[in-house]
């Protein structure tokens, strides 16, 4: 399987989708009553959708998995891009720092990344910091089930596609655990390959520490699952 969707929970998915389309350069997917799509390709990396999905409440503080852009040498004109784009400078107590800290038009906290060599091969996205309250444990279980491989960061983990370019996932020591009843704003899916099954990879996830949740949704075509850390991800099916 591999890593395929970037799930961002959205009161508005249509301008907040759109937002982080220009804000990133991605193409347009889809454009649906209660859902946006856009997608993310990098060159020699990964081909990365980012679907915005309707719900009815605003974000929470505190994210356990949220979106970082690349800066670099181009830090301020990207954070003036974003301010004109709708987002907002946010404090939430980062102090002296070299990242810049701001909000989408949903106030979801992100950050507009300085340079650093980890960076150099990532595109617009630089990295998708997750929550993790055992970071080697956690490393293995998104290692075997996406199909990343470890990098040197200055993160206490992190992932990328085995193309060598691609955002970076980093795993991060989580401040508190996941309270299980709080479903995280921000998720990721991943995609089975073709001859495998649902049964077979909800079977590998449990023997990596994950576990299948009772969402209480109805019947649907994936499973809802969570990390050891009890992030969500969503399994799907092999594509037609």
């Known amino acids: 399987m591999h890593l395929e969707n970037v799930v ?27 859902s946006y799509e856009t997608r993310l ?10 679907c915005f999905e309707k719900v009815p409440e ?31 400078h946010l404090d939430i107590g980062q102090r002296d720092v070299p990242w810049v800290v701001l909000a989408d038009p949903e106030g979801n906290p992100f950050c507009v990344m300085e340079g650093r060599p980890e960076y150099a091969a990532s595109g ?43 955002p970076l996932l980093e795993l991060c020591p989580e401040p508190a655990p996941k309270d299980p009843a709080v479903k995280n704003r921000v998720h990721l899916d991943l995609r089975l390959d073709s ?3 649902l049964e077979e990879a909800v079977e ?4 990596l520490g994950g576990s299948e949740w009772d969402h209480g949704w109805g019947e649907l075509p994936w499973r809802v699952c969570r990390d050891p850390s009890g992030n969500e991800v969503c399994l799907l099916p092999p594509a037609r």
């Not at 961002?8 to 350069?25: E, M």
């Not at 390709?41 to 980012?50: H, I, N």
């Not at 990098?151 to 992932?159: P, R």
Request: no cysteine; net charge negative; glycine share 14%.
């Open 8 to 34: 961002v929970d959205a009161v508005d998915p249509q301008r907040l989708g759109r937002f982080w389309q220009a804000l990133l350069g991605t193409a347009p997917l889809t454009d649906a009553p209660g």
């Open 41 to 50: 390709a990098v060159p020699d990396g990964p081909v990365l959708d980012l």
């Open 58 to 88: 605003p974000p929470r503080p505190g994210p356990r998995l949220h979106l970082e852009v690349s800066g670099g040498e181009r830090q301020g004109e990207v954070v003036a891009r974003a301010l004109d784009l709708g987002a907002r």
């Open 124 to 166: 617009p996205l630089s990295s998708l910091p997750l929550d993790s309250g055992d970071v080697e444990r956690d490393t293995r279980f998104w290692s075997e089930l996406g199909g990343w491989v470890p990098v040197a960061s200055e993160m206490a983990s992190a992932l990328r596609h085995p193309g060598g370019h691609g």
């Open 195 to 197: 001859g495998e099954t």
């Open 204 to 207: 590998h996830l449990r023997d």
